[in-house]
């Protein structure tokens, strides 16, 4: 079964500073999509970013960009320029197969002034 | 274009009540997903369904929950005998394909509170 991993609970950054979070996962397909989603306190979950697994570039989203390690099995995630906006809960999740999506149990960022 | 509409937004229960969660997915999506979320955890995947099928239950409890997505009307998960342990928030998401082809998009959650 696929499994998805976040070793930080919580991190914290500088504001107008560079974050990576990270993320690990488990799996014996080929083809497959990663995620990360964010969780403000209004509890929305929203799209940050999409990772296609069998194209090697790196997706990029203005300030959010990934490191996509295949043969690691690593996506990372990079926030540049962090705002007071981008505190939340970020979450990895992997989409394969089967079809289900799942997810990493988050990881709380707190942006300091 | 309306997104995923959950509601009710909380709901308040004794425990031994029914509590039934409703969602409309996006327009045009066929596929629903249910995910549970206790407090400072992330979401544990209970059920994917299409229209009138149950594709896979494989995170649901056997006993006391169940999913539908009639082939008219919301999708709904309903939760019978409610104990404590049930209370946390639940989100439906929707898409218009399978897996991971197109991302989630997912409703506000409704936070159930068993008292």
């Known amino acids: 079964a696929q499994t998805v991993t976040q070793s930080q609970p919580e991190m914290s950054v500088q504001e107008a500073e560079t974050v990576t979070l990270s993320c690990t996962y488990d799996?014996?397909?080929?083809?497959?999509?990663l995620f990360w989603y964010k969780q403000p306190p209004s509890r929305q979950m929203i799209l940050v970013i999409r990772q296609e697994a069998y194209k090697q570039q790196n997706a990029t989203e203005n300030r959010f960009s990934v490191n996509f390690q295949k043969a690691a099995k690593s996506f990372s995630l990079k926030i540049s320029d962090s705002q007071l906006g981008d505190a939340a809960m970020y979450f990895c999740?992997?989409?394969?197969?089967?079809?289900?999506?799942?997810f990493g149990k988050g990881t709380r960022l707190h942006i300091l002034p | 274009n309306a997104g995923v509409m959950q509601n009710p937004r909380h709901l308040v229960r004794r425990r031994g009540q029914e509590a039934r969660l409703r969602c409309s997915p996006m327009?045009?999506?066929?596929?629903v997903y249910w995910y549970r979320q206790l407090p400072e955890e992330g979401l544990k995947f209970m059920v994917y369904l299409q229209k009138e099928n149950i594709i896979d239950e494989s995170g649901m409890p056997k006993e006391r929950f169940s999913a539908e997505f009639p082939k008219e009307g919301p999708s709904i998960l309903r939760i019978q005998q409610v104990v404590r342990g049930d209370s946390a928030a639940y989100f439906c998401?929707?898409?218009?394909?399978?897996?991971?082809?197109?991302?989630?998009?997912f409703g506000n959650g409704t936070r159930l509170t068993v008292t």
């Open positions: 327009k045009g999506h066929s596929h």
């Open positions: 998401a929707s898409s218009p394909v399978a897996g991971g082809n197109s991302p989630l998009h």
């Open positions: 999740a992997y989409g394969g197969g089967d079809d289900k999506i799942i």
């Open positions: 799996t014996s397909e080929s083809d497959y999509y």
